[in-house]
């Protein structure tokens, strides 16, 4: 393990990570919680996110405006975010006020008053947030997409929740929550660049003691179902995205997945780019992406294009997918897996994606994993690993999401056989 990386675990559970980067003048600093929309029961759909927006909206020391104004006084940053299977709460600053960017974030999570007033002003905003995503194809294509493949799963709702449910939740409703999830062994407190690990730990210890010791309850099992989608309506353009199984964020396929999403899509030198895009022009743009969780993953391709084109280049997408279960080589390989290495690498500069990759690390795994094994599992993935692979997720079930005028838009059993016609061809 690198030496400039030290790991200790508090009296409550809660492991306390630092990279040190002593070449920086700055530092990110964050705790995050392995708690999101995936651990939600159906009357919570939404409330990670809510109490996301929550915890900057006043506590028993400091008011909204107070929260926003000492970090801006010293130019930091503070911001937040909820996934599916975290939600995290961090810091940007100079080095020098890591310990006030530790004590505010300390604040929000243990004292924050839920203020009525607050509150509700806050449903409301969210309500617009998820109109606004409503409003784009583009996003509303990814949640569709999500709920087609994790179908009747938590992991299949959008992590907003809805109208009906966020104007639902309470003051008491979000405690409780909050007091159920938010625990000691499901919290990491992560920090990257100029940092003192002993100064971070003895501040921890202190600020975040009422955080209880006890695990926090097991999130739903979640499971690749495969499934349609679709929502028509009157716009020029049709957003697409289909996808398959891929592994888990633990599997020992995991970086196979990940260099074959760059085979098919991950620049402008891909398969599908190529072949959509520059030799068709079918598109503005086209491409593949895979998301893994704790106990399940997805490869996906997305594209928009004309109501006109839709059909051939969902009808190319698929026979391109066919082929590259077959035909991927050497070099389009080779391609995929220094572009993979080379973004793990360049993120190492980032002191932000340094603390958020190690705490994630922590809850994801359960363990540190050093920078080298990542380079070597990626430059071990072979061209015959990489068909192999999507001959074996490309035989599941597909999932299928569309937005526009998508009502002729062929469905995923003929979207199937086509794939494998294509593979057998």
Request: glycine letters at 10%.
């Amino acid at each position: 393990m690198n030496d400039r990386i030290r790991l200790t675990t508090l009296d409550n559970g809660i492991r306390v990570v630092t990279e040190t980067m002593p070449h920086l003048e700055t530092a990110s600093l964050g705790i995050w919680v392995k708690t999101g929309a995936r651990n939600e029961a159906a009357a919570e759909h939404g409330i990670s996110h809510l109490l996301e927006h929550m915890a900057f909206k006043g506590t028993a020391r400091r008011n909204a405006m107070q929260i926003a104004e000492e970090i801006e006084q010293v130019g930091g940053d503070l911001n937040a975010m909820t996934g599916y299977e975290t939600t995290a709460y961090y810091v940007r600053m100079l080095a020098d006020d890591v310990p006030l960017g530790l004590d505010i974030l300390a604040d929000i999570l243990t004292g924050s008053t839920f203020d009525a007033t607050e509150l509700k002003r806050e449903q409301n905003v969210i309500v617009q947030e998820i109109g606004a995503a409503h409003d784009t194809p583009d996003d509303i294509v990814h949640d569709l997409f999500q709920e087609a493949a994790f179908d009747g799963q938590t992991l299949g709702r959008p992590i907003l929740g809805t109208p009906d449910t966020v104007r639902g939740f309470s003051r008491d409703g979000l405690q409780t929550y909050l007091d159920t999830h938010y625990r000691g062994p499901e919290m990491v407190v992560a920090a990257a660049g100029k940092v003192d690990h002993d100064a971070i730990v003895a501040q921890a210890a202190e600020v975040l003691a009422a955080i209880p010791g006890d695990a926090g309850p097991v999130a739903e099992p979640g499971s690749f179902t495969g499934g349609e989608r679709r929502d028509v309506r009157d716009l020029d353009q049709a957003n697409i995205v289909l996808g398959f199984p891929a592994p888990a964020i633990d599997d020992d396929d995991f970086y196979i997945g990940r260099v074959a999403s760059g085979v098919l899509g991950g620049g402008m030198s891909s398969r599908l780019f190529q072949e959509v895009r520059e030799t068709r022009g079918l598109c503005y743009s086209i491409y593949a992406f895979s998301m893994a969780f704790k106990d399940a993953g997805v490869l996906a391709v997305g594209a928009a294009t004309g109501k006109d084109d839709l059909d051939e280049l969902v009808n190319v997408t698929v026979d391109e997918l066919g082929r590259a279960t077959a035909d991927v080589d050497d070099r389009e390989t080779e391609r995929a897996r220094m572009q993979l290495k080379a973004s793990i690498l360049m993120s190492q500069e980032s002191p932000s994606s340094r603390a958020g990759q190690l705490a994630r690390q922590l809850l994801m795994l359960g363990r540190l994993v050093p920078t080298s094994d990542i380079v070597k599992r990626i430059e071990a993935v072979s061209a015959s690993d990489v068909r192999a692979f999507l001959g074996r997720s490309l035989a599941n079930r597909p999932a299928l999401s569309a937005v526009g005028p998508v009502s002729k838009l062929a469905g995923i059993d003929d979207l199937a056989a086509r794939l494998g016609a294509s593979r057998a061809a």
